[in-house]
């Protein structure tokens, strides 16, 4: 068993003028009667596919203010779907309202380093998601250039599955997923050199793409936030093990020692891994915008 545990998710708050659709890990969907998508990131927190039953205080306005700013850096590449950022005081700074859109079923990654599920595939067959790789590469390491590593979505407590470029053309049509792979990289390589001008390694990241009713493809989701990527510590970086990073790895070490099976619900998180865990999500956003939090 995995996700929200025995209790299931909890309960989204009722926000006047808006219908709750639907909860996931750390995202609430509301609807209005133009059929516009309030967009509401909580302070929920997740870790090997489990949502943490303790919040991490101010974490859904650092995510949705972040994404805000990626959006906006990025929009000479592709559209995104923000209508208005005038959203009800009960969810200031952490909501958005946008526009509903036809997702596209898979989740559009790209790797600029060498870790994580795709250091796990490279030792078995030097190569991740059919991108052939040279050898002697280490856990962490810089690749020879920006790939495209595609993944199925998953339902929340599932594991997103990697999947290869003629899987995702299968699924979504060849036309799509070369729009979606050229889109991807190309955000992901403006990303990268921006984050690397700021002392931070953007390793990784994972975009959602959709269609407008119109057919044009959209930035749908979040954007470039620890959530959703790995950021490193440029002057610390050292290919050949665990990078220090600007996300959740707080937590993820604290629940590696803490005795808890990943099968049962959660524990409560203590005090200092929350605040640790606040504070580096509340860094990454001050180095990579300028702005404290």
């Known amino acids: 068993m995995s996700g929200f545990g025995l209790a299931g998710p909890p309960p989204a708050p009722s926000i006047p003028g808006w219908t709750h659709l639907r909860t996931g890990k750390v995202r609430d969907l ?33 995510l949705t203010q972040l994404s ?11 559209p995104n779907h923000i209508i208005s950022t005038e ?3 009960i969810v200031s700074d952490r909501a958005v309202i946008v526009q ?5 079923e898979i989740e559009c990654v790209a790797r600029g380093y060498l870790t994580g599920s795709g250091w796990n595939e490279y030792q078995n067959n030097h190569a991740v998601c059919g991108n052939i790789l040279p050898g002697g590469l280490l856990d962490g390491s810089k690749l020879p250039h920006s790939i495209f590593t595609p993944a199925t979505k998953a339902a929340v407590g599932d594991h997103d599955i990697n999947i290869d470029f003629a899987t995702s053309a299968a699924s979504i049509g060849h036309a799509a997923a070369e729009e979606l792979k050229d889109l991807t990289i190309a955000l992901y ?12 390694i953007l390793a990784d990241t994972k975009f959602e793409f959709g269609q407008s ?17 790995r950021f490193w510590e440029l002057s610390a ?28 619900p959660p524990p409560e998180l203590p005090e200092e891994i929350v605040e640790k865990t ?12 300028g702005s404290a939090f």
């Open 30 to 62: 509301y609807t209005n009667e133009k059929q516009e998508i309030l967009l509401v990131a909580s302070d929920r927190v997740s870790a090997y596919d489990w949502v943490m039953p303790t919040l991490i205080p101010g974490k859904g306005a650092v």
């Open 68 to 78: 805000l700013f990626w959006f906006e850096l990025l929009e000479d590449i592709v």
């Open 87 to 89: 959203v009800p005081s």
């Open 100 to 104: 509903p859109l036809e997702m596209f």
């Open 189 to 200: 390589d403006v990303a990268a050199e921006f984050s690397k001008e700021r002392g931070i």
């Open 213 to 229: 009713p119109s057919g044009e493809i959209v930035l749908g989701d979040e954007a470039l936030t620890p959530d959703s990527s």
């Open 237 to 264: 970086w050292a290919p050949g093990g665990v990078q220090p990073s600007f996300d959740k790895q707080f937590l993820r070490d604290y629940l590696v020692t803490s005795g808890w099976d990943r099968h049962s």
């Open 278 to 289: 606040a504070r580096r999500y509340e860094e990454a956003f001050f180095r990579l915008t």
